[in-house]
């Protein structure tokens, strides 16, 4: 598990489909310069590279090059010295070709970096492009074929437990095992877990 914090500095973005501008390389990159920079106060040289590429003579918003990005993120590095920045690039494969073919030989280069030591993890289906410009980094390959068990057990305990907390109310056995065995099929390999916590007022 990566915490973020001073001594640990973690940055994380997710593409979603559904979300036109989480799809952009530039918008990736922004995040992960934002959250970098999210305990600092920011230096001037990084201030008026900001001000350079976002804005018309300082004044009209604009949208800036990718590579105005990249500068900002290196530069950022700078307060990093000594330290690992972790990235988490989560559903890479929902980007489009044009904005993979930006964002991938960017953070091919960072991870070349030796001060700080940047690290990157990056999730997503087995694209050309992508498996070709990541070849040669260590790699995990989940298939269907490996985790369909898991998803099974998954949904049989989760229909479960709703069954018993009177959440899902099924009474045709029959309909019940179809219903599961459609978000299996559905699920095509993937999953994703919902997370909740109650917490008590002090």
Not at 10 to 32: H, R, T
């Amino acid at each position: 598990m990566l915490l973020s914090g001073p001594q640990i500095p973690v940055a994380y973005f997710y593409c979603d489909y559904g979300e036109s501008a989480s799809l952009e390389a530039i918008q990736i990159l922004g995040s992960f310069v934002k959250q970098l920079l999210y305990r600092f106060e920011i230096p001037a040289v990084i201030k008026d590279l900001i001000q350079q590429a976002y804005t018309y003579d300082g004044a009209d918003e604009r949208k800036p090059v990718i590579e105005e990005v990249e500068t900002i993120l290196r530069t950022t590095f700078g307060l990093f010295a000594g330290h690992t920045v972790y990235f988490v690039l989560d559903g890479l494969d929902e980007c489009p070709l044009t904005e993979r073919s930006k964002i991938l030989p960017i953070l091919r280069n960072i991870v070349d970096f030796n001060d700080p030591v940047v690290k990157i993890f990056v999730s997503t289906r087995e694209e050309v492009d992508t498996m070709q410009q990541l070849k040669d980094f260590p790699s995990i390959c989940i298939s269907d074929r490996r985790n369909t068990s898991d998803i099974t057990c998954f949904v049989k305990d989760t229909v479960e437990q709703r069954q018993k907390k009177n959440i899902l109310t099924i009474s045709d056995p029959k309909l019940m095992h179809e219903i599961m065995n459609a978000l299996i099929d559905g699920a095509r390999g993937m999953y994703v877990f919902e997370l909740q916590t109650d917490t008590a007022a002090d």
